[in-house]
């Protein structure tokens, strides 16, 4: 099911106000998203990285974390107002103008 950045955050909206019965408070998200992304990169740094992996560790699923950061930032994007798609936007129309030659003239990312 493709669902654009839009519908993700009408969705999670409908799904706070009648499943979830209220958005936590700013804050609260905010810890949640730092504990999520915590989680996230726990199984980025066994799965890629050199630590190994411990008994706990074990059948956490990486879309699954990467889908729970991506709910609790929508959260925070429809409690403060945020646009996602004409953030995204615009952070693209940025990032193209800022970086439009400087990752082309990294040595560290050029191979030679």
């Given amino acids: ?10 969705q999670v909206d409908e799904w706070i106000k009648t499943v979830g019965v209220r958005y936590f408070n ?5 810890g949640i998203l730092m504990e999520e992304t915590g989680e996230l990169a726990r199984i980025m740094v066994r799965k890629y990285g050199e630590q190994s992996y411990k008994e706990s560790d074990k059948g956490k699923d990486l879309a699954d974390e990467m889908a729970d950061v991506l709910w609790v930032l929508i959260c925070l ?17 940025k990032k193209n103008i800022r ?5 082309k003239q990294n040595d560290k990312l050029n191979d030679k």
Wanted: glycine share 2%; net charge negative; aromatic share 2%.
């Fill in 77 to 93: 994007a429809n409690q403060t107002g945020v646009n996602l798609t004409e953030a995204l936007a615009k952070n693209f129309q």
């Fill in 26 to 30: 700013e804050l609260t998200n905010l």
């Fill in 1 to 10: 099911m493709d669902i654009t950045l839009n519908q993700a955050q009408q």
């Fill in 99 to 103: 970086d439009a030659e400087r990752h």
